[in-house]
Nanobody
Framework: QVQLVESGGGLVQAGSSLRLSCAASLRTFSTHAMAWFRRAPGKEREFVSS????????NYADSVKGRFTISRDNAKNTVYLQMNSLKPEDTAVYYC???????????????WGQGTQVTVSS
């Protein structure tokens, strides 16, 4: 059974940093693109960032570009999201996802984690 387990969320002040991790029990992790999505209170889930299988391509939502960095370690079956200069509007549940194509749409990702809460106070 495939599991994606996020960690690293928490309550921080605006301007702070957090690093999210997602550990995947996915035997073919290195053949999957990985992504982070988030759902803010009262809003639909939205794309945050994605990374290709070999880390050669990354993609970011405009709202996080320049502040967030996605990376992965295929030897550890783990994907990361380094979040700097956090803003209150970054408050959301963050989900990692695994798919065969690194795009921005949810339907492209077949495996999802349960999410980790990030709360940024002003």
């Amino acid at each position: 059974q495939v599991q994606l387990v996020e960690s690293g969320g928490g309550l921080v002040q605006a301007g702070s940093s957090l690093r999210l991790s997602c550990a995947a029990s996915l035997r073919t992790f290195s053949t999957h693109a990985m992504a982070w999505f988030r759902r803010a209170p009262g809003k639909e889930r939205e794309f945050v960032s994605s990374i290709s299988r070999d880390s050669s391509r990354t993609n970011y939502a405009d709202s996080v570009k320049g502040r967030f960095t996605i990376s992965r370690d295929n030897a550890k079956n783990t994907v990361y999201l380094q979040m700097n200069s956090l803003k209150p509007e970054d408050t959301a549940v963050y989900y990692c996802a695994a798919g065969l194509v690194g795009v921005t749409t949810e339907i492209s990702y077949g495996y999802w984690g349960q999410g980790t809460q990030v709360t940024v106070s002003s």
